[in-house]
């Protein structure tokens, strides 16, 4: 209810545009990026902001709806009509409006935007239903000099547009300008069915520029990762360094598959690129355990790994708790790899989780991550270079906190001796 008015509260939904059909990348708004399916990144910060009073995606495809109920999203199962390559936006988002009369605003969040935080559409949730605005649309600041465009055969000179060329600006002298990023755009009801996703009363939010990040084409995937994995929302609880590994032996370590000899003997693969991803924790301070709930203790003798492991585990998730304890560790300090059902609750529990490409689609869903590799086929190695990327992310943020602290302390120095400065003055 509106403090002090008795009024319900007007019904905020989040709506994700993401039609099967993309022309630049084949479905790519579930194409793993940092691991996680690209709608994911923006329906995890939509979910955490804790403002919806719903959250849904808008497709037409079946592979986009699965993704988009794992991340605890609804679908709105869009119409042919309106998941045309000429279909708009404003198009899409009336036909949802037409079939949600709760609605009463829209926060209609670009899939392409993967830096999205929590923090941002909070703001943004304040000033459309608190402040008053009838539309927010995100915007980036950029410091560029435009000029104008001029044709192959036109018979004329390009002009400055923002700038004078002889009083240019040094950078720190001029404060830019803010252009639409795309990222997101709230707007109510009474303006979407007037054919309007800005007007009415308008305000622009203003995006931090390393969170601003638009994919289109396959160029901007690996930029986007790399920019992902150093200012994306990974959750509510913050990064911890990661002490142990625990890793389901068929199917993550194996590819699952068991041979059976004449002689009644087992045999299984796996890939040496594991082995080396085992070895890479270690030397990292990693401690790596492994974990399967079959008799595998023969195979495990011959692959001479070195890890503590526990077989016939009929509970895994208390196994995990088992060492969790025994070493000391919070659960933000403990990783696993699992694909089976079996893990699901493990993978849920642990700090950081991944599962293989071809895991059961319960642990998919459970998994913060999955892996391009198939299990047996180097996933081990893949979610150790991720644990690597962002242990990288941790430290980063652990120096820049020493660096402002230790800022802070020096001014503070400053400050006092100043201050000693100004009393001995007085005193004389």
Same mark, same amino acid.
């Given at each position: ?8 509260? $007007? ?6 545009? &993401? ?15 940092a ?6 990144? /923006? ?16 497709? %037409? ?11 605890g ?6 119409? $042919?009509? /309106? ?26 969040i670009?899939?392409?935007?993967p ?77 979407i ?19 601003? /990040?638009?994919? %289109? ?29 625990? +890793?389901?032996?068929?199917? +993550? ?15 299984v ?9 085992? %070895?890479l ?25 070195? +890890? ?10 208390? /196994? ?5 304890? %025994? ?18 609750? +493990?993978l849920?529990?642990?700090g950081?989780?991944?599962? $293989?490409a071809?895991?059961c ?5 459970a ?16 979610? &150790? ?18 660096e ?5 302390k ?9 201050k ?9």
């Open positions: 209810m509106d403090a002090g008015e008795g009024r319900p509260q $007007p019904h905020l939904a989040a709506l994700v545009l &993401a039609r099967g059909g993309s022309k630049g990348i084949p479905l790519k708004n579930i194409k793993l990026l691991g996680v399916p690209l709608i994911g990144w /923006v329906l995890r910060a939509a979910i955490d902001a804790g403002v919806f009073h719903s959250i849904w995606v808008s497709t %037409d495809h079946d592979e986009i709806e699965k993704v988009a109920k794992q991340f999203a609804q679908v709105h199962r869009r119409s $042919p009509e /309106v998941s045309q390559d000429s279909s708009t936006s404003l198009e899409a988002i009336t036909e949802f409006l037409n079939h949600h009369h709760e609605v009463d605003i829209v926060g209609n670009q899939a392409t935007s830096c999205l935080h929590p923090s941002d559409l909070i703001k943004v949730a304040d000033l459309i239903q608190k402040e008053g605005f009838d539309s927010v649309f995100s915007v980036v600041r950029r410091h560029q000099f435009r000029w104008s465009e001029v044709k192959k055969g036109e018979n004329k000179m390009t002009e400055p547009q923002n700038l004078n060329p002889a009083k240019r600006y040094r950078r720190q002298d001029w404060p830019g300008e803010l252009y639409e990023n795309g990222s997101f755009y709230f707007a109510k009801r009474h303006l069915e007037k054919g309007y996703l800005q007007g009415g009363k308008m305000a622009y939010y203003e995006m931090r520029a390393e969170h601003s /990040v638009d994919i %289109d084409i396959d160029i901007d995937w690996p930029i986007a990762e790399q920019r992902v994995l150093s200012f994306g929302y990974f959750g509510k609880e913050p990064l911890k360094e990661v002490k142990l590994l625990v +890793c389901s032996i068929d199917g +993550c370590l194996t590819n699952g598959r068991i041979y059976v000899t004449e002689d009644h003997k087992e045999m693969s796996y890939d040496y690129r594991d082995i080396v991803g085992i %070895d924790l270690k030397k990292r301070g990693i401690q790596v355990r492994l974990i399967s709930d079959r008799d595998c203790s023969k195979t495990l003798s011959a692959m001479q790994l070195g +890890c503590v492991a526990k077989v016939s585990a009929t509970n895994k998730l208390q /196994v995990l708790k088992d060492w969790q304890e %025994d070493m000391g560790l919070s659960w933000k300090e403990v990783a696993y790899l699992g694909n089976e059902e079996s893990d699901v609750e +493990c849920k529990q642990a950081m989780s991944a599962v $293989p071809d895991a689609a319960a642990a998919q869903k998994a913060g991550y999955i892996c391009k590799s198939r299990g047996g086929c180097g996933a081990v190695r893949e979610f &150790a270079e991720h644990i690597f990327l962002l242990l990288e992310k941790v430290n980063s943020a652990r120096k820049q906190l020493k402002i602290s230790s800022a802070e020096e001014m503070g120095r400053n400050e006092n001796s100043r000693g400065n100004k009393e001995l003055m007085e005193k004389e």
